[in-house]
């Protein structure tokens, strides 16, 4: 037992000594190995001029190989692109009707790819070669010489002035890739071209590239381009035609001729000297063409609703689910609204922007359930393609605040609750009204009618403020509201074109109004694909009819006798809200009718302020411009809840067409009232008149001027009337407007009495 530990201390010996004579003789055959490779390189040992030209040309082999495996890993994304289908075209050509099926514009591409390579005239493909790609037939894709050829020229001229690409990498960035400058997008091209030299014949490749190239005006091919430009086919282009065609390939925006016709033709000449150059023509055959330059037909897009067709287009491409992208698309359209909305916009601008400092406006107008029947997105589409109305995020002002209102209805307040109007601070925030004073105990209705901003803001400490943010989300407002102390002031960011289809809501009773532009949809095969009355569900019922009645009755004072007087119309009630903006950046108007529904937006793009401009203002006056030329028919139905001091019961006529709409009369309701169809100051003058007539005493022998003045049971007297006209204008002076018949005729006699310009509002 006693001699264990000595055995097993000597394996532990030899196995260290193994370990060490192992390594001893590993690294003595590595020495060995190294000592014979060394010798056996020596054998090649070169030095000088020989060694330097080899070491150069290891390294390039070495970093080739590395930078193509880069390279090519940079380039497999654009080879899925390269399936089966690639030679099909998914780009889209529709064209546009109005509401009434007529033509009024295109969008998308215009491109025909129908005509046999042999069918395009000599001169078309000799210009295209001479002017793109002169070595075409003879390199592999990527023209290694005309790529040095470019290189010495742009560096002789400190500049870009010859490009590199071949006809066949510009293919390659025509079928699979965005035309962005970058390192990455050349080399997806050079690969994408190798690849396309390798699957295609050089026809194959030039007849996919002059059907596929961009030629500006919405076209795609030479076909489209001569049709468009000339009003012919490419089969009967002349060769001052071919020249200005093939000058479009490298910048057809800034040489399209329909935009700028001495530019385009400047550009066919350098085209003529390239042909000249190449051998593909004489000087005097060029001298000829210049002699009788190309000229294009007219193309006019006067009568042409861009912004709208824009947005149309866009939803087009939402809606459309199949294969077909060759379509025909009737939209909501009406072409007189649309001109009426234009015409007002650029009047308002040219007449009182530069007094306002307000350079750019936006409109919408849209029936009551959601469909646009025009569209103004900015003052001039040809300066600026941007859709004011559509994607422009700005701030609404006051003109926000129904939906504060709105919330308050729905939890538990009335138009006749009272809040009292008085200096609040959240935190380091201290709201303020606009004229910097205050009127005390004040109805949610005379709140909203002045624009008074602690009203809201209290309103919003009682029920949250993210209430107000749903309700918005749930009346039709689609951009992201950030919830703030200042959001019941309109502190949000959101479009005219959803403002309005919220405020549309408002009218029609509570039922979603989501502004659209397309009616129906066909393909190619004159084939039914969309039909919005077969293909939408009936619009839901996003609030309680009651709260939209309720709402309409606030806003209907707003014209009548608030901020927004300058949009009163003098055929019917109007209901609406003026929108200001700190600092004047924005100044809007939201209003409609029992017909239509109109947003109107004044501003500029970069957010500078304007001169004072309020919603009351410009805005107010545009709207109730364009109310007034497209409110033509008389079929104007009541809006339901809104003011009527006639307190005149619908007709059986009206709650008919309520009933076939869809929608709930005022007697369902529980309302007496409909709107008028003459204004409030006729209606007072009418009573008046009526009154003075059935108070008369009837004429006697005993008539007299001093028998007049005599106050009786028979007799005329105003005390009774003068004093509740005393009594309106003191409380209106205060901004409170009484309850019941009474307050409507304080309301109706006090503010419109005093005369002058109307209120600045409250932001």
């Not at 390269?82 to 969008?107: C, E, H, L, M």
């Not at 010489?145 to 001229?157: C, P, Q, T, Y």
């Not at 959601?370 to 001039?380: E, H, L, N, Q, S």
């Amino acid at each position: 037992m006693g001699h264990k530990p000595k055995v097993k201390r000597m394996r532990l010996l030899e196995f260290d000594s193994w370990i060490d004579s192992t390594l001893y003789d590993t690294l003595h055959m590595l020495r060995d190995r190294y000592d014979a490779y060394s010798a056996w390189i020596a054998r090649f040992h070169v030095s000088g001029l020989r060694r330097v030209i080899i070491e150069l040309v290891s390294d390039a082999t070495s970093f080739s190989i590395v930078g193509g495996i880069l390279m090519l890993a940079l380039a497999q994304p654009a080879f899925e692109e390269t399936d089966d289908a690639w030679r099909s075209s998914n780009q889209y050509s529709v064209n546009f009707t109005d509401r009434y099926g007529r033509p009024i514009g295109k969008r998308g591409l215009l491109h025909n790819d129908a005509v046999p390579l042999d069918e395009i005239p000599d001169h078309m493909i000799k210009a295209a070669l001479a002017t793109e790609d002169r070595r075409f037939f003879e390199h592999f894709g990527i023209d290694v010489i005309g790529l040095f050829r470019a290189m010495s020229e742009n560096v002789r001229a400190h500049g870009v002035v010859q490009g590199g690409s071949t006809l066949t990498q510009q293919l390659a960035k025509n079928l699979f890739l965005t035309p962005e400058r970058t390192l990455d997008r050349k080399i997806k091209e050079a690969f994408l071209a190798l690849w396309l030299e390798a699957r295609l014949t050089k026809r194959e490749i030039l007849k996919l590239y002059l059907d596929r190239a961009y030629l500006g005006g919405g076209t795609v091919g030479v076909d489209a381009a001569a049709e468009y430009y000339f009003g012919k086919s490419v089969r009967d282009v002349t060769l001052a035609e071919a020249a200005m065609l093939a000058g479009l390939f490298k910048a057809p925006t800034r040489f399209a001729p329909h935009l700028n016709l001495p530019a385009a033709r400047a550009r066919a000449n350098v085209v003529l000297d390239n042909m000249v150059e190449s051998g593909f023509l004489t000087e005097g055959q060029a001298y000829g063409a210049r002699q009788r330059p190309a000229t294009i037909v007219d193309r006019s897009e006067n009568e042409v609703p861009n912004y709208f067709l824009d947005w149309a287009f866009s939803e087009v491409q939402r809606l459309n689910k199949g294969n077909d992208f060759v379509l025909t698309v009737k939209t909501t359209v009406d072409m007189t609204i649309q001109r009426a909305a234009e015409a007002a916009i650029e009047s308002a601008l040219r007449q009182n922007g530069p007094r306002y400092g307000a350079e750019q406006a936006a409109m919408v107008v849209m029936d009551l359930d959601g469909a646009v029947r025009g569209m103004v997105g900015g003052r001039d589409y040809g300066e600026s393609q941007f859709n004011r109305a559509v994607d422009a995020l700005r701030q609404p002002g006051s003109s926000f605040k129904p939906f504060t209102y709105l919330t308050a209805l729905m939890n538990g307040f009335t138009p006749e609750s009272v809040v009292v109007d008085a200096p609040i601070t959240i935190g380091n925030w201290s709201p303020k009204n606009y004229g910097r004073s205050y009127r005390g105990p004040v109805t949610l209705t005379t709140a909203l009618t002045h624009s008074i901003n602690t009203i809201p803001v209290r309103l919003s400490q009682s029920f949250g403020r993210d209430k107000i943010a749903e309700t918005a989300h749930k009346m039709g407002i689609r951009s992201n509201i950030v919830v703030t102390r200042a959001l019941p002031l309109g502190v949000a960011e959101v479009t005219v074109l959803d403002m309005t289809s919220s405020y549309a809501a408002f009218a029609n009773g509570g039922k979603q109004a989501t502004g659209y532009a397309v009616l129906e949809i066909r393909n190619s095969n004159d084939e039914i694909i969309y039909d919005r009355r077969r293909d939408e569900p009936p619009a839901p019922q996003l609030i309680e009819p009651q709260y939209a009645a309720q709402l309409n009755f606030m806003l209907s004072h707003v014209p009548e006798f608030g901020t927004g007087r300058r949009a009163q119309l003098d055929f019917t009630v109007a209901a609406g809200k003026t929108g200001t903006t700190q600092a004047y950046r924005d100044a809007w108007f939201m209003g409609y009718t029992g017909k239509y529904c109109a947003g109107v937006w004044f501003g500029n793009d970069d957010f500078t302020s304007t001169h004072r401009m309020t919603g009351g203002s410009l805005p107010a006056m545009t709207w109730k411009e364009v109310m007034a030329l497209i409110h033509t028919e008389q079929d104007i139905l009541p809006i339901v809840g809104a003011i009527d001091p006639r307190g005149i019961m619908p007709t059986p006529e009206e709650t008919a067409i309520a009933d076939a709409e869809g929608r709930p009369s005022a007697t369902q309701l529980g309302l007496t009232a409909r709107p008028s169809t003459l204004s409030e100051r006729m209606i007072r003058t009418l009573d008046h008149l009526e009154k003075l007539f059935s108070d008369a005493p009837p004429v006697t022998a005993n008539s007299g001027p001093s028998a007049a003045r005599e106050e009786g049971p028979g007799s005329f007297s105003l005390n009774r009337r003068e004093g509740a006209t005393r009594a309106s204008q003191d409380e209106a002076d205060t901004g409170s407007i009484g309850k019941g018949p009474q307050g409507a005729l304080k309301a109706a006699e006090g503010p419109n009495q005093r005369g002058g310009n109307p209120p600045l509002e409250l932001r």
